[in-house]
Structures are given as structure tokens and as C-alpha cells.
């Protein structure tokens, strides 16, 4: 990097040792590239999605598997803010709706049970796929929450008198 004077080479040093590569040249200093940085998706889930991340093993998953899991756990934690909705704690349902020319004020109550009826359906069918794709390894607490359903289920088949 030329730098066309003096002045312009002791700011762009003193940025460097103060630690800002902005003005660096990428094939001269290391620090001038940030390095790639993949954050897991657990990170950006809530308890309950978290939790079903950490059973069903999504770290050691890859492909299309992997991106249900993601859509699962995604789902299970709108599911629990719909809920909230739902048993009033959280107020977002209802809106108040200023129309600027006319001043009149419009009451919105949004069809958020009809979509929580709707979200569960979606992760009914997404436990479905992550069943027919064969269960991750299992944990030592025995198992994910689909695992020992699939347990009862295959054992409830096997014995059908009992």
C-alpha cells in the first residue's frame, strides 16, 4: 500500500498498533483478514429449541437432516412465543392502527391461534421426517424425546395385547 505522504504512512501505523487493520493490505498483514466465524444454530435458540438441539445431537449432524433439526428447534421456540401470546403474557396479538387522513384509530386482533394450530402441524410433520431419517446417536440420559417415543411406540407394536 502507497501511501502518497509521510503523514498518511505514521496514521495508517498508528491505526495498526492500536489494532485497526482497516487501512492494512490484506497480502502484507494477517489481522487485516477476519477469520470465518460459523456460529452453531443452538446459539440463536431459545430453552426449549436449545434443549431439543442438544438431544437429537445437531452439532454432529450434516445436510438436509441437520437443516430440519434447525426448522424444529426454530418451531418448537415460536410455538412457545405464540403461547405466551396466548395466555396473555405477552400483549402482541392486539395492535392499534392510526390512519394519519382520516384520524380514525383501527382495533387489529391477529389470528394467532389459527397460526399456532398451523406451526404445530409444521412440527408434527418435521418430527415425522426427523423419525423416517433414522435417530442420532443417543445421549447417556437415554435418549431424545422422539427416541423413546419411537421406543414406546415400536414396543407398544410388538405387544399388542399389552
Given at each position: 500500500?502507497?501511501?502518497?505522504?509521510?503523514?498518511?504512512?505514521?496514521r495508517?501505523?498508528?491505526k495498526?498498533?492500536?489494532?485497526?487493520?482497516?487501512l492494512?493490505?490484506?497480502?502484507?498483514?494477517d489481522?487485516?483478514?477476519?477469520?470465518?466465524?460459523?456460529?452453531?444454530a443452538d446459539?440463536r435458540?431459545?430453552?426449549?429449541g436449545?434443549?431439543?438441539w442438544?438431544?437429537?445431537?445437531?452439532?454432529?449432524?450434516?445436510?438436509?437432516?441437520?437443516?430440519v433439526?434447525?426448522?424444529?428447534?426454530?418451531?418448537?421456540?415460536r410455538?412457545?412465543?405464540?403461547?405466551?401470546?396466548l395466555?396473555?403474557r405477552?400483549?402482541?396479538?392486539?395492535?392499534?392502527?392510526?390512519?394519519?387522513?382520516?384520524?380514525?384509530?383501527?382495533?387489529?386482533?391477529?389470528?394467532?391461534?389459527?397460526?399456532s394450530?398451523?406451526?404445530?402441524?409444521?412440527l408434527?410433520?418435521?418430527a415425522?421426517?426427523l423419525?423416517a431419517?433414522?435417530?442420532?446417536?443417543k445421549?447417556?440420559?437415554?435418549?431424545?424425546?422422539?427416541?423413546?417415543?419411537?421406543?414406546?411406540r415400536?414396543?407398544?407394536?410388538?405387544?399388542?395385547?399389552?
Amino acid at each position: 500500500m502507497a501511501d502518497a505522504t509521510n503523514a498518511e504512512r505514521q496514521r495508517r501505523h498508528r491505526k495498526h498498533k492500536a489494532g485497526d487493520h482497516s487501512l492494512c493490505d490484506p497480502r502484507r498483514c494477517d489481522d487485516a483478514v477476519t477469520p470465518v466465524v460459523t456460529r452453531p444454530a443452538d446459539r440463536r435458540l431459545g430453552p426449549r429449541g436449545r434443549r431439543l438441539w442438544e438431544e437429537e445431537g445437531g452439532d454432529g449432524l450434516t445436510g438436509v437432516r441437520r437443516n430440519v433439526l434447525e426448522e424444529a428447534c426454530r418451531l418448537v421456540d415460536r410455538l412457545d412465543r405464540l403461547d405466551a401470546i396466548l395466555n396473555g403474557r405477552d400483549r402482541a396479538w392486539l395492535t392499534l392502527e392510526l390512519d394519519d387522513e382520516t384520524g380514525e384509530i383501527t382495533v387489529v386482533v391477529d389470528k394467532i391461534l389459527s397460526e399456532s394450530r398451523q406451526q404445530q402441524l409444521a412440527l408434527k410433520q418435521l418430527a415425522g421426517e426427523l423419525r423416517a431419517g433414522g435417530g442420532a446417536a443417543k445421549p447417556a440420559t437415554g435418549g431424545s424425546i422422539l427416541d423413546q417415543l419411537a421406543a414406546r411406540r415400536a414396543q407398544r407394536l410388538a405387544n399388542p395385547a399389552g
